[in-house]
Every structure is written in C-alpha cells, then in structure tokens.
C-alpha cells in the first residue's frame, strides 16, 4: 500500500474514510505563498510565491506539517514552493465510534434525547492499532472525542478512557436543553474520535457520526414572566408551544401533547388557539384547585409540551418562579400617637413594609376629607421618605380637616409590587389651633370650684408685688405673667370636654425695649395698617425667662357674693382662703392652676424669680441706663406649636442717679401730658387684656 505523499502545488492523496483524514492541498493567495497541504501521512508541499503586481518579492508559502517555507521571487514571476515535510511512514490506528448510531433522517433512524436541562451522553469509540505491516502500537493517552455542531465546529472535545471492554474509550457530554449544554439547539450534531500510535512522527486516525439532538417542542411564555410579582388572585396565562424539527421533513417533530402545573398542581388547558397560543386565566385564591395558596417567592410554573417522536418522544420543559404575594403592605403610623393633641401644622409619621413585593413608593397616599395625597406630590407638597427605612413623612395643615373644631383622622393607604392595596389605616387625634392667653397685667378673677361651681372673692392673680401697665419702676422690678392655653371649640356630644396641649412650660419669655424715637415697634402686623397685632419683634430687646410656679393656696370665699349667671353660683357660707404664701413672705396667696392635659396641675402663673423671694429684673443693668419708657411684651407656646404674646406693658423707668444713692427728680414719663406711654406697636390692634372671669380649681 502508499501512503499519501505531497509532490508540487497540491497534495494529491484519496478520500479518506472515516479512519483517516484527507488531505487539504495549498492555497495560491496574491502577493503571498499557498499554504503547505496537512496530513497525517505527510507534510504538504509549500505553495508558491504570489506575484506582486508592484515587482516586490512573492512572500514564501507555508509548509506543511514538516515542509518548508516556499520562498517568494521578485518581479512578476512566482516563487519556487517549499519542499513537502517528511511522509508518515506507519500505518495509523483504526477508529470507530459505536455509539451513538448514525442517524441521516429524523423520522427513521434513533436520534439522541435532550429534553432535560441537563441530559448527559456517553459516547464509545474503539481505538485500536492497525494490524497492517510495519504498525505501531495504540498510543492510549492520545484518544479524544469531540463533539461538533451542524456546521462541523467543534464546540467540545475530551479525553476519552478506556472501559473494560478491549479497545473501547468512552467520555461524557450534556446534550440537555439548557443554554449552557454542549449542544443547546435542536438538530444535526455529530461526534469525532481521533487517535495515535506512537511512531515519530505519529500517524493519527480518526471516526466520526452524524445524528440528530431532540430537545422537543419550542415553549414561549408570553405571561406571566419569570419572577413577575403576582397578588393572589386570578392569574391571566400565555404560552405557545410549536415543532422544532431537527431537518427538514421532520414530521415526527408535531406537538403531541401539552401540560400545566402551577406549585405542582396540574391545570385543566383549554383548546390551543389558531396561532398556537394556550390563553387562560387561574385564580389562585380558588380553594377548590389550591387547597393552600400558593404564596411565596418562587411558586414554580412549569409548562411541559411532548412530540410525537416514534421511538422515544422528547418532552420539553419550560419550569420557572413568579412571585404571589397575598399579603397587603403593612402600614404602621408612628406619630401623632392615638387620641394626642396636635396644632396646626401635623407631621405624619409612617413605616410602610411588604416582605415579598416591596412597596410602590408612588402609591403611598394619605387620605384626609375625601382627597387623597400621594406620594411625592407636587414640589414634595409635605412630603419626606427615608427610604432606607421603609418611612414616610407627611406634613400638612389643619385646615385640611374638614371639621378643625374636632379632630382629625387621616388614613394611610399603599400597594405592594403585585398590585395588593392596603386596607386605610387611621391615626385619630384631637386639634388645638388655638393660640393660648399670656398678660403681664391682667384682670381680677375669681376660681370656680370644679365641682360645686361656686365663686371665690376676686383676686389679682399675679400678686401686688409684680409690675404692671403704666407702673413707675425704681431701677428693678418683678414681672410675672398669667399664661392661659386655650384649646378649639367643642362641637361633639361631649361640649365640656376639652383636649388641651398644655404649654410648654419653659416657654414663657419676656421682651423688654426702651421706647425711643429710633427704637421699632415691638408689635407688628403684616397686613392692614390698623389690623391685628401678628408679629413680635425682638430686635435689639433684652430677655428673660419666666419660671413657673406651682399652683397651690385657697381662694376665699363670701356668703351670698360673686355669682355670675350660667358661670358659678354664690356660696352659701364663708371662707377666709389661705393666707399668705412662704409663711406670709410672699405677696401671693394662691397660685392658680390650669386644666392641662394631665388635669389641674398645670401651673398658669410664671414669674422672674421662685415664688417666696422672687427676683427683681434690674432694668438700668438689662434695657436702659436713661429714664424713660420701656416696652414689655411677653410670649408664650403650647405643646402643639400655638404661639402667642402678651398685650404690651408699659412701665416708666426711673433710674437711680450715677452714685446709685437717690433717684433724682421724676422722668418725664410720670407726666402723662408731657411724656404720653408709647403703644408700643405700629398701630396694630394689640392683644386685648386677658379677662378670664373664672378659673376651675
């Protein structure tokens, strides 16, 4: 027998069968060297140089497998060849693959099985030496398998081993449906064995088969995707399952039959449309097809679809997690607590949670008086989100409560990602918008008692002691205030029961400016000129912190005296009251209380220093060092953010002299005519002076 040998331009050589390869001869490339033919039995002949249409040297051509380089020729003239590499001289191995079969045609011979996402298949070939004269021996270890698609590319090759059988390797791939398989698509693939005897140089033979890979019909979902986010309800379906034939012809490739199952329960599929679509809807709340909802994260939908392939079918599976959530977002409000007292402004605090679906930001609404406030809203509209913790704020006035003499109640709504709403959560509380009372002169009143509503003898709250309007100070001066919250008007069942905030107790400050032709007005307004006092201004003003005093002392009393109509009613005996307060060294014998959120316990009386001693404000030191007028206004807030101020004080100021050892004369400011008191205000209306007729004690 000859052995395949390279003369000239091309190899010349036969067929080979599907134990040898054939020859490839060399490729005349312009202005280049063909490339030298390969082949297990010899080294193809290097291809001549190509012509240069600018005379420059033809490059030389590759040699074979041992051949040289051709070398290239100036001119148009071509380049001599290289020489051809040196011819095997063994006989190379015989190789045959014995499994897989050969299949030409789909619809008679077996085709391979790949309908699971993973299918593996082992491929056997027998490998042994040649017995023909002058043969080496099997070089075991050079035995290898590859696998290669319809276009003949090799997508995987392996190391086969041996089996026990004599002369028979073997190796493994997954032929299976997924992507990452060796053979992910339907169709022609075949499988090539090549091996080596152990001469120098080796002479390698080679096998191979053609088949065909069936991974079963093609499944589209349309709906619902994978990891889409679903409520428990009724759950509309798409799919389509259509032939994957492997070739043409492949009538065995018809879809046979079609299944469904939803968390492993089987759905009865209506007729398959013209267009090859299942539609169909499944509600997931239905106990009589889910005995327990199919909730979760990764409820498996699983579409199955078989051919009809004669002798094994191929079933295709499409299996994939949505997510049902039959769960709403929970809604926890944090602020206002239940039944609290809020002002004018109400900040709304609320976490918004839902552990499958998460929350739809957009859809966080607040609903007050039959209108709903979404999240963001526009230009934020009061709206805050701290996304990282699942909370919201939201900050509006009262007067979007339609009844704001009662209380309010907003409800707090939100959806999850698979469109379940929350039911409204509602935060009731109680409004005060009303701002409290605050004068450092006030009228004479008179306490009720809480439950006999009798009338005690009227009485300066703040004591004889404290300064009050158009007083004369000699250098200092104590200065108390009568602070008084007021709460809104009850309209409900209960008229007499009202929700006060209560004042901050370290609130009350009082402002004190000497009057002077440069000096602003304490009292503004923002509005009209003649109309309500609305800002305070503490420009260039001194200040001092009011003290509470805690109430206590007993009013007296007179037989038959100080009835006021529908108010209180005369007592039928007397009462002396307590006496002096401090053991008689303060001017003060009872210190009223206020019905503040915790009951009477509130003090409603607040001065310059404790109520025994007191401490005396030295103007000259704190306003002014001249005489003169001095304006004085006091400011107050409750626990629901109402500020108020004080109607203003005026006092005349009358300094000692610079050895402080007498007052010298009087200031002008005694002289009413001469020196009038200042209004303190730019001709706004001032608070008017605080009457309270009664406090309940």
């Keep these: 027998m000859k052995y395949f040998v390279a003369t000239g331009l091309f190899v010349l050589g036969a067929a080979a069968s599907c134990s040898s390869s054939s020859d490839r001869p060399g490729v005349l490339l312009d202005n280049s060297g063909g490339a030298g033919g390969a082949t297990s039995h010899s080294g193809g002949k290097g291809g001549k140089g190509g012509s240069s ?119 493994t791939f997954n032929i299976g449906a997924a992507a990452a398989s060796d053979a992910p698509t339907n169709g022609k693939i075949s499988f090539k064995c090549t091996a080596s005897d152990s001469a120098t140089p080796p002479s390698v033979g080679s096998g191979s088969v053609s088949t065909f890979v069936d991974h079963g019909p093609r499944i589209t979902v349309v709906q619902p995707l994978a990891a889409s986010k679903n409520p428990l309800a009724p759950l509309a379906l798409d799919f389509s399952v259509a032939p994957a034939p492997l070739s043409a012809g492949d009538v065995q490739a018809g879809v046979e039959s079609v299944a469904l199952t939803i968390n492993g329960i089987a759905q009865v599929l209506p007729a398959v449309e013209s267009d090859g679509h299942y539609r169909l809807t499944v509600n997931l709340a239905d106990k009589n097809i889910f005995a327990l909802p199919p909730t979760g994260a990764a409820v498996q939908v699983l579409i199955k679809a ?102 309010g109640s907003p409800s707090v709504r939100a959806t999850d990602g698979a469109g379940n709403v929350s039911g409204g959560v509602s935060r009731n509380f109680y409004l005060d918008t009303t701002s409290p009372l605050i004068d450092l002169d006030p009228k004479a009143l008179k306490v009720r008692t809480k439950t006999t509503k009798l009338c005690s003898n009227p009485f300066d709250p703040l004591g004889i002691k404290a300064a009050s309007d158009l007083s004369v100070v000699r250098d200092a001066a104590l200065f108390r205030a009568l602070a008084w919250d007021l709460t809104n008007t009850q309209t409900d069942a209960n008229p007499d029961q009202y929700h006060f905030s209560g004042l901050k107790q370290d609130s009350v400050v009082l402002y004190a400016l000497q009057n002077s032709a440069s000096s602003p007005p304490m009292l503004t307004t923002k509005g009209d000129p003649g109309s309500k006092c609305d800002t305070l201004n503490t420009t260039s003003a001194s200040v001092l912190s009011l003290l509470k005093i805690s109430p206590q002392g007993t009013p007296s009393f007179t037989a038959g005296a100080n009835a006021i109509t529908d108010v209180c009613t005369a007592p039928s005996t007397s009462s002396a009251g307590s006496l002096a ?36 404000w030295v103007l000259p030191n704190a306003v002014a060092s001249a005489d003169g007028w001095i304006c004085l206004v006091a400011k107050v807030t409750d626990n629901a953010g109402n500020v108020s101020f004080s109607r203003p004080m005026r006092v005349c100021l009358d300094a000692a002299d610079s050895n402080g050892a007498s007052f010298v004369g009087e200031p002008p400011c005694t002289d009413p005519v001469a020196a009038p008191p200042p209004s303190c205000t730019d001709g706004c209306e001032p608070p008017a002076q605080v009457d309270l007729v009664t406090a309940d004690q």
């Design 53 to 171: 249409a600018s005379g420059a040297a033809g490059k030389g051509g590759a040699g074979g497998a041992s051949g040289k380089a051709g070398s290239g020729t100036a001119g148009d003239s071509l380049g001599d060849g290289g020489e051809g590499g040196a011819a095997a001289t063994t006989p190379p191995p015989v190789v045959t693959i014995t499994s897989p079969v050969v299949a030409t045609d789909p619809n008679v011979g077996p085709v391979l099985i790949g309908d699971q996402a993973a299918t593996p298949i082992t491929v056997l070939c027998i490998a042994v030496a040649s017995t023909e004269a002058g043969a080496q021996p099997l070089k075991a270890d050079s035995v290898k398998i590859a696998l290669l698609d319809s276009d003949g590319v090799q997508k995987q090759v392996h190391s086969a081993s041996p089996t026990a059988n004599a002369g028979e390797f073997s190796t």
């Design 306 to 407: 078989t051919n009809k392939r004669n002798l094994k079918a191929a079933t295709a599976s499409n299996s994939y997690p949505i997510v049902i959530d039959g769960t709403p977002p929970v809604v926890s409000i944090s602020a206002p607590l239940e039944n609290a007292i809020v002002g004018q402004q109400i900040s709304l605090k609320f976490t918004v949670t839902d552990d499958l679906t998460d929350v739809v930001p957009t859809s966080v609404s607040v609903l007050l008086n039959q209108k709903q406030y979404s999240y963001p809203g526009s230009d934020s509209q009061g709206w805050i989100r701290d996304a990282a913790n699942n909370a919201y704020t939201f900050t509006f006035p009262s007067t979007y409560i339609p009844d704001p003499k009662l209380q």
């Design 581 to 616: 307060l401090c053991s008689g060294a303060s001017d003060l014998s009872v210190t009223i209380p206020h019905l503040g959120p915790n009951g009477l316990n509130d003090p409603a009386v607040f001065g310059s220093g404790d109520l025994c001693n007191g401490n005396q």
